[in-house]
């Protein structure tokens, strides 16, 4: 069967993991509206980036900005 596991969630402190979903070197127009609601939200905002060291360090760096 499926398990599934309920975390607690604190208001006071938010935190907000997004993947970061690329083509050609650039973050897609929905990556980029997610971590603008991320940011409005507060808190810790980590970004999940899956390929290839040379296609994704752009996309890495634009993302920190």
Same mark, same amino acid.
């Given at each position: 069967?499926?398990?599934?596991?309920?975390?607690? +969630?604190?208001?006071?402190?938010?935190?907000?993991? +997004? $993947?970061?979903?690329?083509? *050609?070197?650039?973050?897609?127009?929905? /990556? $980029? *509206?997610? +971590?603008?609601?991320?940011?409005? =939200? &507060?808190?810790?905002? /980590? &970004? $999940?980036?899956? &390929?290839?060291?040379?296609? /994704?360090?752009? =996309? =890495?760096?634009?993302?920190?900005?």
């Amino acid at each position: 069967g499926v398990q599934t596991c309920a975390l607690p +969630i604190s208001a006071a402190s938010p935190s907000t993991l +997004i $993947l970061l979903e690329h083509r *050609n070197d650039a973050l897609v127009p929905a /990556t $980029l *509206n997610a +971590i603008t609601a991320a940011k409005k =939200v &507060g808190g810790k905002v /980590t &970004g $999940l980036i899956v &390929g290839e060291e040379a296609s /994704t360090k752009a =996309v =890495v760096e634009k993302a920190q900005k």
